[in-house]
């Protein structure tokens, strides 16, 4: 089993195999989502203090909160599942 890893901003990685969804924070349905998951210890913050910009939903309904767009965790998810 080979594990892929993303980079997520700020050396922060993912496992790729785990990633269920990346998606923007600005609806109200994912904004509940990511209070659901701060309520149950499951909200990881990768983005050092600055804007969220992105939402990673994982498996394991852990979820990621990241710095960068969207459009760009995608790119690299796409590109490194490319190799």
């Known amino acids: ?3 892929q890893l993303i980079n997520i901003g700020f050396g922060n990685i993912v496992a790729a ?3 269920i969804a990346i998606v923007s924070p600005e609806s109200a349905p994912i904004k509940r989502i990511i209070n659901e ?3 149950k210890g499951q909200l990881i913050d990768a ?3 600055r804007r969220t910009r ?3 939903i994982t498996d394991s309904n852990h ?3 990241s710095a960068i ?3 760009t965790v995608a790119h ?3 590109s490194h599942v490319e190799k």
Do not use: S
């Open 69 to 71: 767009q969207p459009e």
């Open 63 to 65: 979820v990621v909160l």
């Open 17 to 19: 195999n785990r990633v």
């Open 1 to 3: 089993m080979d594990i």
């Open 37 to 39: 998951a701060k309520d």
């Open 54 to 56: 992105a939402v990673i």
């Open 47 to 49: 983005t050092y203090g």
């Open 76 to 78: 690299r998810f796409v």
